[in-house]
């Protein structure tokens, strides 16, 4: 027996593969409530809209020897918890155990750079015994090309 995922388009119910289900939402709200157990559902005349397309995929341009030995650069990334100005004299006076304040909420999100220049902005995870950041924002290919720049 195959078993398909189904979601709902008006009334009408389709498998994950496409296919018409024949029946409406309402058909199998009543058939699980046990309801109208003597009738048989009856299908559906109206054709539902069809999912919307996938974006068409573009194809890379060719590289050549000298973008593909740029692209394998390594860069250093940071994650930016927050910043502060301060002092050189308060700077100078602090010690092991200071505690230095930041306006910034503790579950605020973080900052990730390249260089000086912001990329991109996300939430903190665990992945396993280390830190991750959950990109919730990050900024356009060219803008990121440009922040490699400097």
């Known amino acids: 027996m195959r078993r398909y995922r189904t979601w709902c388009s008006g009334d009408l119910v389709r498998a994950s593969n496409g296919d018409r289900m024949g029946l409406s939402q309402a058909n199998i709200d009543e058939l699980l409530s046990g309801e109208g157990a003597e009738q048989p559902p009856t299908a559906v005349a109206e054709a539902a809209p069809a999912p919307p397309e996938p974006a068409p995929i573009v194809p890379e341009p060719p590289r050549t020897p000298v ?3 740029i ?3 390594e860069v250093t990334l940071s994650v930016v918890l927050a910043t502060r100005e301060m002092t ?7 010690t092991a155990g200071t505690i230095i304040e930041f306006e910034v909420p503790f579950d605020a999100e973080l900052a990730l750079t390249v260089g000086a220049r912001t990329i991109g902005l996300g939430q903190t995870v665990k992945i396993g015994e280390n830190f991750g950041l959950r990109l919730t924002q ?5 803008e990121r090309a440009g922040a490699l720049g400097g």
């Open 67 to 69: 973008v593909s030995r």
């Open 88 to 94: 050189i004299d308060s700077i100078l006076a602090t």
């Open 138 to 142: 990050i900024v356009g290919v060219s």
């Open 71 to 73: 692209l394998e650069l």
